[in-house]
């Protein structure tokens, strides 16, 4: 588990957030809290579960991204789901008890994908020397007058070098069969999954290229390699004690059931949703999860209903409400800038495929900020979202001019070319097409 301080968390987030201070400072003792529960002993630890938290905000200001973000600081399993799905179940909602189905099987390709780091080097050993034998057969023609040894040294050292990255081989691969969906926009199953090894294992032969075959190698040695038995206990064990669930548009289920109609079914998904936060057992297909220590993270906007509106019994198990603020301008022009995913810098290298160099000089940037905070203010707030829409319509002349084999181009966005390229959305506000 990870070590890091409330301080130091907040720090991380910062680099990927802006604002939202309150909401930063929430989670980030939530995760430390586990880290401590962690030290106790066994006895203390039973007594203490995590405080959920409520986040109240407008979309687009961050409380997916503050959650997702806390999750893979520390590689915790983590997932999102929304609360309206769990609605009218039997007819398109889902079982409640399924978060937790899912929350499992991302524990698993988190504990999976690091056992395959771990046995990476064994099995791109073996992969290497069944390439080269294939590669060797392929190549007798080419072998001449040169000793075994030379010539299998020299195919190796092409190999590494990735020459015969894009040769055609032919490959023997074991032939798994497709998941099965059971009902549209149910579960899958998988055959294999079901009955393992009391089916034989197909094989077929296909052609693919040497760095498709190589892949496909390190993939089946890495399961060899693997103890699965072993993943499902850790993975089980991950989501048990450090998983994170973030259970979206809670605000669209609260309201009064004496009100009838759609509010007694949302009344209902609530009272579906208790269970699961307060602590229960749910069976999966890898073993039985106790979500006692689940850290359940809320969110909805609370535009119409309130987070009083919502049954008592699952108040009380969101003790903490922390309040996301709307995005200023000056909030606007750190997104446009200061995170390590900055949106500039994300089209930046995106054009800089076609050989477009961009530019923002600061006025522009000032310029979008304040455009995209003025048209949140006087339409719908759809938060940093805004930001998106307004440099899809800023950089929509060049997008579509880029392409073909140019040298490379340096374009200045400067404030004359915002306010020249947006003059239409500043007067009408036409960004219908753009709404994300």
């Known amino acids: ?137 392929a190549k007798k023609a080419e072998r001449g007058e040169l000793a075994k040894e030379v010539f299998e040294a020299k195919l190796a050292e092409d190999l590494h070098a990735g020459k015969y990255n894009d040769f055609q081989i032919e490959l023997e691969v074991v032939d798994a069969p497709k998941p099965m969906e059971i009902v549209p926009g149910g579960a899958e199953i998988n055959i294999g999954s079901i009955f393992g090894d ?67 079914s949302r009344e209902g998904v609530q009272r579906d949703i208790l269970p699961i936060v307060e602590g229960c057992t749910v069976m999966t297909k890898y073993g039985p999860v106790k979500t006692d220590f689940i850290l359940f993270i809320a969110a909805g906007a609370f535009h119409i209903s309130k987070v009083e509106d919502l049954i008592p019994e699952l108040q009380g198990r969101f003790p903490i409400n922390v309040e996301l603020q709307s995005l200023s301008k000056d909030d606007f022009v750190k997104i446009l800038t200061q995170p390590q995913n900055a949106i500039t810098t994300q089209y930046g290298k995106l054009l800089g495929v076609d050989n477009i160099d961009l530019k923002f000089t600061e006025d522009a940037i000032e310029e979008i900020a304040g455009i995209s905070a003025d048209m949140n203010a006087t339409s719908e707030d759809i938060g940093a979202r805004r930001l998106h829409t307004v440099m899809e319509y800023l950089l929509e002349d060049i997008s579509f001019n880029a392409g073909g084999d140019y040298p490379t181009v340096t374009v200045n966005i400067d404030k004359k070319y915002v306010d020249e390229h947006l003059e239409k959305i500043i007067k009408n506000r036409d960004l219908k097409k753009y709404v994300l």
């Open 1 to 137: 588990m990870n070590h890091l301080s409330p301080r130091q968390i907040v720090n991380e987030l910062d680099k990927y957030i802006i604002g939202q201070d309150e909401a930063k400072r929430a989670v980030a003792i939530a995760l430390r809290n586990r880290y401590r529960r962690s030290r106790l002993s066994e006895a203390d630890r039973e007594e203490i579960t995590p405080k959920n938290i409520i986040m109240k905000g407008p979309t687009g200001v961050g409380k997916t991204e503050i959650a997702r973000r806390l999750a893979k600081l520390v590689k915790a399993p983590f997932i999102k789901v929304e609360a309206t799905k769990y609605t009218e179940v039997g007819y398109v909602g889902r079982d409640v008890e399924s978060m937790i189905r899912d929350l499992v099987e991302c524990s698993i390709r988190l504990v999976r994908e690091e056992k395959m780091k771990e046995v990476a080097v064994r099995a791109e050993g073996t992969a290497e020397k069944k390439i080269l034998a294939i590669l060797s057969d």
């Open 198 to 264: 009391m089916l034989p294992k197909k094989k077929k032969r296909r052609k693919m290229t040497v760095k498709q075959a190589m892949q496909q190698i390190i993939a089946e040695e890495s399961d060899k390699l693997i103890d699965d038995e072993a993943v499902h206990t850790e993975a089980l064990s991950r989501a048990e004690e450090q998983g994170i669930i973030f259970i979206d548009e809670i605000d669209k289920i609260a309201g009064k059931a004496n009100q009838g109609g759609a509010d007694v």
